[in-house]
């Protein structure tokens, strides 16, 4: 075969693998409808595999729609809506569908009046016929058509959850649940993300990643390194006081930068009405509560000769391990929560497993450490003359009269 052959057939083949691609990509344009419906216009949906078709008469201000969600399947719910009085879920007018126990396919109208919603049947503040719905190859087909009224720009929400029997049950609140609303223009046929929305998502996004580092970093790293620190350095006597500072600055910083995540965390509750986390929530308050108590303890720690000090270490201690066991739970939440990359979970379990690792090798140091002090101690206890020793057995003993005779124990 020629060069020119060649290359006649590579661009045939470039154009045939192109031809391909583009007839089986996942858009609306090239999508047929098995009943033969046509749509004059259609876009595709930025987020949760999503289409709509529609067409929009004038004349008489309907809509005619037909809704398509792919790569679903039969547990789940999906729902396409429009809001009249603002952008986002709660005031939208929900069409809703799902495939119900005995293989057929339920679709109704629901108003949706707050975020925990259950989606119940109900009618809308628009006209609705022809409302129908279907089930196949994974793709649920919403089709109805609506009355509008007012100008041919509507806020559009779509959404999808889980089926609990025959009720669907709350969406999830991050990633693209959390993304899929958007402003259509029925008469231009453009559909465009929500400005304010939008906005409003992308900033509520990074307001809660950087909640969950500060927090992370803080309550789940810095805060068990400060015990460490403190319970490990101090048995070094070289370390001492440098091994409090640290601790101090540690637990310290630990507290500033988590009291900032947390503060982020209140301020995301407070714009997000309907959406709560309880337990993380709770969490997160006992949690600062229980670490300003710490911090004001160290204000009013007593010195070591304190006949008072033995009580203070104890609540001391209490608090500073029920703040790691806290922050550590409440972390493990968020992740639950925000839903990451399963890398930044596994990092984190990392981080937690080789701070363990750490403690238990130094706990049983600090033990051979402290042994053999007191072993050292008690061999110069003898020699001092203090009136201890071991007797022949090796039980630790001491001779009543030692002090009398410098140290000598006087034989019969």
């Not at 990074?206 to 350095?233: F, Q």
């Not at 407070?270 to 949690?287: F, K, N």
């Not at 033995?310 to 001391?316: A, G, Q």
Request: glycine content about 8%.
């Amino acid at each position: 075969m020629g060069l020119s052959q060649q290359g006649v057939f590579l661009s045939f083949t470039i154009v045939l693998t192109a031809l391909f691609l583009s007839s089986h990509a996942q858009t609306c344009s090239n999508y047929a409808f098995q009943s033969n419906r046509v749509f004059t216009a259609c876009n595709d949906l930025p987020v949760l595999n999503s289409f709509l078709h529609y067409t929009y008469n004038p004349s008489s201000q309907t809509l005619a729609i037909a809704y398509r969600h792919t790569n679903v399947d039969s547990s789940k719910w999906v729902a396409w809506a429009i809001n009249p009085t603002s952008q986002g879920m709660a005031g939208s007018q929900a069409l809703v569908a799902f495939q119900q126990s005995d293989g057929t396919m339920k679709a109704y109208t629901s108003p949706v009046t707050g975020y925990s919603t259950q989606l119940a049947e109900g009618d809308l503040s628009f006209p609705v016929s022809n409302l129908s719905a279907t089930y196949s190859n994974n793709e649920i087909v919403i089709f109805a058509t609506l009355g509008l009224n007012g100008s041919g720009v509507v806020n559009q929400v779509w959404q999808e959850g889980q089926l609990s029997g025959s009720v669907p049950t709350a969406h999830a609140t991050s990633g693209a649940n959390v993304r899929s609303m958007a402003t259509l223009n029925v008469l231009s046929g453009q559909t465009a993300s929500t400005g304010g929305g939008a906005a409003g998502v992308g900033s509520k996004t990074r307001k809660r990643n950087i909640h969950g580092v500060l927090n992370t970093v803080s309550w789940g790293i810095m805060m068990p390194l400060g015990a460490i620190i403190a319970r490990y350095l101090r048995v070094f006597q070289s370390a001492d006081p440098a091994w409090f500072y640290l601790h101090v600055t540690c637990q310290t910083s630990a507290y500033v930068t988590g009291v900032a995540g947390w503060a982020i965390g209140i301020q995301l509750g407070s714009q997000s009405p309907g959406i709560e986390y309880t337990s993380h929530r709770v969490i997160g308050i006992i949690l600062f509560c229980v670490a300003t108590l710490q911090v004001i303890a160290l204000l009013v720690r007593p010195k070591k000769e304190h006949k008072h000090r033995i009580f203070w270490n104890i609540y001391h201690h209490s608090l500073g391990y029920t703040i790691i066991t806290l922050g550590i739970i409440n972390i493990f939440k968020g992740f639950d929560i925000l839903n990451p990359e399963k890398k930044w979970e596994r990092a984190y379990t990392g981080v937690i497993v080789v701070l363990a690792i750490v403690a238990a090798v130094l706990e049983a140091y600090t033990w051979f450490v402290v042994l053999r002090r007191k072993k050292t101690e008690n061999v110069e206890k003898i020699s001092n003359g203090n009136g201890y020793g071991y007797s022949s057995n090796g039980n630790h003993v001491h001779y009543p009269y030692s002090d009398r005779t410098n140290g000598r124990v006087l034989s019969n």
